[in-house]
T-cell receptor, first 119, second 109 residues
Framework: DAGVIQSPRHEVTEMGQEVTLRCKPI?????LFWYRQTMMRGLELLIY????????DSGMPEDRFSAKMPNASFSTLKIQPSEPRDSAVYFC?????????????????FGEGSRLTVL | GNSVTQMEGPVTLSEEAFLTINCTYT??????LFWYVQYPGEGLQLLLK?????DKGSNKGFEATYRKETTSFHLEKGSVQVSDSAVYFC????????FGQGTELSVKP
């Protein structure tokens, strides 16, 4: 079975450009998470969705970041305009939440990440 | 609030050495606890879990016991291999998964 699929794997862009990261969760999973990982701040939860509805976006750093989940098999994380401090590895993860509102099983399946470099 | 604290890395060991990575947590009630592992260039993957006090999670030679008295979930392995070199994350679930900061393990031949 295919795991969580993210694209692109690597993105290099210039400051001010729009960046769109994509994620396809595991089929049948109903929760999707976006994380950011940097050396300085570690692993940060940006936003998560349950049944395509955003549940908690308190980790989204600022208005330049937005995330959507138009259907159960696709999500995007957009940064507009991008800045050098957004450089990081962005992970998407999915899970099957037993109860609404959270990853109650705690088993998240991560994609391989999208490494973003903003010059 | 809910949080997880891990010992700082990096931890460097020789092959076949004994490994302990400390993890303590703060949470209301008794949440399920997890260890995730991240190999170089990859995403995190679940290593083991324990869902209630005194449970022992185990996988691939790694073990961790849920200790409510000390609010701890230390990761252990009796004999590490070079292939165990990775970053290890302790986590708990309270509505969402809360991770510790990660501990990098480097195993030398």
């Amino acid at each position: 079975d295919a795991g969580v699929i993210q694209s692109p794997r690597h993105e290099v862009t210039e400051m001010g450009q729009e960046v769109t990261l994509r994620c396809k969760p595991i089929s049948g999973h109903n929760s999707l998470f976006w994380y950011r990982q940097t050396m300085m701040r570690g692993l940060e939860l940006l936003i998560y969705f349950n049944n395509n509805v955003p549940i908690d976006d308190s980790g989204m750093p600022e208005d330049r970041f937005s995330a959507k989940m138009p259907n159960a098999s696709f999500s995007t994380l957009k940064i507009q305009p991008s800045e050098p401090r957004d450089s990081a590895v962005y992970f998407c993860a999915s899970s099957l939440a037993l109860l609404a509102g959270g990853p109650d099983t705690g088993e998240l399946f991560f994609g391989e990440g999208s490494r973003l470099t903003v010059l | 609030g809910n949080s997880v604290t891990q010992m700082e890395g990096p931890v460097t060991l020789s092959e076949e050495a004994f490994l302990t990575i400390n993890c303590t947590y703060t949470a209301t009630g008794y949440p399920s606890l997890f260890w995730y592992v991240q190999y170089p260039g990859e995403g995190l993957q679940l290593l083991l879990k324990a869902t209630k006090a005194d449970d022992k999670g185990s996988n691939k030679g790694f073990e961790a016991t849920y200790r409510k008295e000390t609010t701890s979930f230390h990761l252990e392995k009796g004999s590490v291999q070079v292939s165990d070199s990775a970053v290890y994350f302790c986590a708990l679930v309270r509505g969402k998964l809360i991770f510790g900061q990660g501990t990098e393990l480097s195993v030398k031949p």
